[in-house]
């Protein structure tokens, strides 16, 4: 049972943070490392994987260091985000060159084994530059498992699958971690990690906003004040009726968008008020749509930032 150790790291990047004091602990089963895109994510995984030295703090598998850890390198498997791979070769070509590099007693069958995991067998033999997206991130799995470690860092191994594959993904993910493994996936779509992971860890910005299961996370993220767009026939009516109830903490009139822009504070009652002032007055309701709701608003709130 392995388990990555992260205290305090920073990486930056001449005058760019791109993680900011991280401290947390993955362990065994299936961690969910969830963002918006820049969130320092990738930056993380690749401290995680001995890729990049920390600026400062640590990174630590089993209380070893990662970095310059030849030993440790061999317990880790990596899928890396990026699609740059070597086109001209077949998928068992490339499955077998990562068996050969981990300098496997019987690489030709370790292959095999990988493709296999994968569902890549039937089309080992082409050429990856043939393969449509989901297909090369399946063989770049395959080569992050002929060494079968016992840390597997994905991120975003979802990208480009068509759902079929994401489910196969996902199950062998679980299955993965049911077994024992230490696996960190990173995503920045929320149900795609409350579909996989047991744990999750927030990042924003490149800190580390929150921890825990997908309840925690979720209460989280709906807890917090809501920014809509209302538009109905009489503005000024509707603007008066919310703001003198206390589930709003602000009411102001956008002249753009020839609406109000609500602050709800109390989300449940705030969309039961509504209809019913417009009910009780006769105010015709035209549209109530949330103005904030993009990952960044949400996870800025997660970390103290404007929303």
């Known amino acids: ?37 820049g969130a320092g994510k990738s930056t993380l995984i690749q401290m995680m994987a001995g890729f ?9 598998l089993d209380d070893e260091p990662v970095w310059k850890n030849e030993r440790v390198y061999r317990r880790i498997g990596v899928v890396p985000e990026r699609e740059a791979m070597y086109d001209f070769l077949t998928g068992a070509q490339f499955a077998l060159a990562n068996a050969k590099l981990q300098r496997l007693p019987d690489p030709h069958a370790a292959a095999e084994r990988a493709l296999a995991t994968v569902e890549m067998l039937p089309a080992r033999n082409r050429v990856i ?9 399946r063989v770049k799995m395959a080569a992050a498992l002929v060494h079968d470690p016992a840390v597997l860092l994905l991120d975003e191994p979802f990208n480009g699958m068509d ?4 489910l196969q993904l996902m199950e062998l993910i679980r299955r993965m971690g049911a077994d024992g493994r230490t696996i ?13 992971a047991q744990h999750i860890e927030v990042m924003v910005a490149g800190r580390h906003a929150a ?7 979720r209460r989280l993220m709906t807890d917090r004040p809501h920014m809509y767009l209302v538009r109905t026939s009489d503005d000024r009516r509707m603007a008066a ?3 003198g ?9 956008d002249w753009r968008e020839r609406a109000l822009r609500v602050q709800a504070i109390d989300f449940a009652r705030f969309v039961w008020l509504v209809p019913k002032i417009a009910r009780d007055q006769d105010i015709r309701l035209y549209e109530l749509s949330p103005a904030d709701e993009s990952l960044e608003s949400v996870f800025s709130y997660l970390v103290g930032g404007p929303a």
Not at 52 to 60: D, F, K, N, Q, T
Not at 130 to 135: F, L, R, V
Request: glycine residues 12%; hydrophobic residues 40%.
């Open 163 to 166: 759902p079929r594959q994401r």
């Open 241 to 243: 009726a919310l703001i």
């Open 52 to 60: 990049l030295a920390p600026s400062a703090g640590e990174v630590r």
């Open 211 to 217: 921890s825990g299961d997908f309840r925690d996370i």
């Open 1 to 37: 049972m392995s388990v990555i150790t992260v205290r305090n790291a920073s990486r930056w990047f001449g005058n760019v943070v791109a993680v900011n004091d991280v401290s947390m602990r993955i362990g065994p089963g299936v961690t969910g490392l969830l963002g918006p895109n």
């Open 245 to 253: 109830d206390a589930c709003t903490g602000g009411v102001e009139l």
């Open 184 to 196: 960190l996936f990173s995503s920045h779509i929320l149900e795609e990690v409350e579909q996989v």
């Open 129 to 137: 530059g043939t393969y449509s997206k989901g297909m090369r991130q």
